[in-house]
């Protein structure tokens, strides 16, 4: 169980590490083309997701988000208490790898965000987002277990463009990004939608599964 929470911790952090210094040296970068810096966001996000299921999967299930856990639980692939630990730890550590994308660009390390995210178009690409993230690692776990990291990269590389909302898809991810004032922030204000939106989208996504393939499988998302 420790390792399990680790390796979340870890790429929890390392992935809203990359998610904010993406942005913000694609913004930087980009000279005011918001175009070629979502961009470099989506692509350096989809490969660090990519790297980090990879490696941590086999350890922990590689979730880095609460509404994956959820479902998990839901699916009685992981217990409650461990369902609870992995979500707290996913929640610091998104914090934590904001922090840290802070400090590698000299940025002060709190900044409640200010980019408004809001409306009916926002929450509706959330719950899209969402659905689609957890189709894809419901139904890539039974099919295509080997292919999942890259399953799950090409989807929020996708939906990073397909939605009005850039796709944040997770509660922890969305709580982090509250914090920052770079190119990936959200108003706290903002927060609580979001998450209620990406938590319709996760439960959809369990039902629909249930209903194409109901048959239990075993998960590679399954805590070892």
Do not use: K
């Amino acid at each position: 169980m420790r390792r399990a929470l680790l390796a979340e911790g870890v790429g929890t952090a390392l992935l809203l590490a990359t998610v904010v210094g993406s942005g913000v040296m694609g913004e930087s970068l980009a000279g005011g083309n918001v175009a070629l810096a979502l961009l470099a966001n989506a692509a350096a996000t989809a490969g660090a997701l990519y790297v980090l299921i990879t490696v941590l999967g086999p350890v922990s299930g590689a979730h880095f988000n609460p509404v994956v856990t959820l479902v998990m639980r839901l699916r009685g692939d992981i217990g409650t208490r461990t369902a609870l630990a992995y979500i707290a730890v996913q929640c610091v550590a998104a914090v934590a790898g904001v922090l840290l994308a802070h400090a590698m660009f000299d940025l002060a390390w709190i900044q409640p965000g200010v980019r408004a995210r809001a409306g009916g178009a926002q929450w509706l690409s959330e719950g899209v987002a969402t659905f689609g993230l957890l189709l894809t690692i419901l139904l890539g776990a039974r099919h295509r277990a080997r292919a999942l990291p890259a399953l799950v990269a090409a989807w929020i590389f996708a939906a990073y463009w397909f939605t009005a909302s850039t796709s944040f898809a997770n509660p922890a991810v969305t709580l982090a990004r509250a914090l920052t004032r770079t190119f990936s922030g959200i108003r706290p204000d903002d927060v609580p939608a979001f998450v209620l939106a990406q938590l319709g989208g996760a439960l959809l996504a369990l039902a629909v599964v249930r209903g194409i393939a109901p048959a239990t499988a075993s998960s590679p998302h399954e805590v070892p």
